[in-house]
């Protein structure tokens, strides 16, 4: 194990956009700028996409003009097409992200086409990005199982990675969106793709709605992967995943990383408050077990 990880912090984002609850623009934007201030120094704070079909996200321009200005932090945005790609530039975007699904019944699902066609839409992208000097990042969804299609190949993500790395981006996060892999398959999924592409450009997203995250992302790290995909409190889930929780909490990753000696660059308490604060809004406590157990612990010891 090497002794630094980098956290890729989700929450404003893909954390939210599942939440029932709205959060306004002004949250939002305070919320990003916690979680710098907790260290993470990389953050996706929106996405670029249909109002209609993911209001969660609305005003995701604003979200971006009020955090740029802050200095030493790479802001990233989902973007689904040129549309999305012209409305994140025209907000300061330097860093776009483009989605493709391991599974053919995922994708016409959630974007209502193939995989072909979704890779396709984002072709433009990538090449506009490219002249334009700005990064692009690449997410596979169901990596390691499809709600429609069941058990997916190894093989079969390998070559998605391949196509999209091929187009120009600089790293794939490799997405375990319903949270159903085991410490195994994630090794195996993770050794097809890192014989295809150098593993130091992926990075793992996996969701923990069986309680296997924390053990995939450490199998993951015997391999070699050392980018890893976090959301504070645990936010967020799939719509086509019932009862899937979100992505892996942030202060579950830096908690079990600090155990190992492994620097985050992430200060526990900020990100603790972070956590609680966003909780608040939501109406409901964090779901992460870290935060659940230290949020005890400060109740025990000041006897409220």
């Not at 909780?279 to 870290?290: C, I, Q």
Request: charged share 20%.
């Amino acid at each position: 194990m090497s002794d630094q990880v980098h956290i890729v912090e989700m929450g404003p984002r893909d954390g939210l956009q599942n939440e029932k609850t709205p959060v306004s623009v002004e949250a939002r934007i305070a919320f990003v700028e916690a979680l710098v201030a907790a260290g993470l120094n990389t953050v996706e704070v929106g996405a670029f996409v249909s109002p209609k079909a993911i209001p969660q996200m609305a005003g995701s321009d604003q979200v971006l003009r009020g955090v740029n200005h802050l200095k030493g932090v790479e802001f990233h945005v989902l973007v689904p097409n040129e549309k999305g790609y012209d409305a994140a530039r025209a907000a300061g975007a330097k860093v776009v992200s483009v989605f493709a699904a391991a599974s053919e019944g995922f994708s016409r699902a959630n974007i209502n086409c193939s995989v072909a066609e979704s890779i396709e839409r984002f072709k433009p992208v990538l090449a506009r990005a490219k002249d334009d000097g700005v990064k692009v990042r690449g997410y596979i969804s169901c990596v390691l199982g499809c709600p429609f299609d069941g058990e997916i190949k190894p093989k079969a993500v390998a070559d998605l990675a391949v196509t999209l790395w091929d187009l120009g981006c600089y790293e794939i996060s490799l997405g375990d969106t319903i949270g159903v892999g085991t410490p195994l398959k994630a090794r195996e999924m993770l050794r097809a793709v890192s014989a295809e592409l150098p593993v130091r450009n992926l990075a793992m997203h996996f969701h923990d709605t069986y309680g296997q995250a924390l053990a995939n992302l450490y199998a993951g790290m015997e391999e070699g992967v050392r980018v890893i995909d976090a959301a504070a409190g645990g936010l967020g889930g799939c719509p086509y995943a019932p009862g899937a929780t979100g992505n892996v909490a942030t202060e579950d990753v830096v908690y079990m990383l600090d155990g190992m000696g492994v620097k985050t660059g992430v200060d526990m308490d900020r990100l603790l408050a972070t956590t609680n604060e966003v909780a608040k809004l939501l109406g409901r406590p964090p779901v992460s077990r870290v935060a659940s157990a230290l949020n005890a612990k400060r109740k025990r010891l000041s006897g409220s």
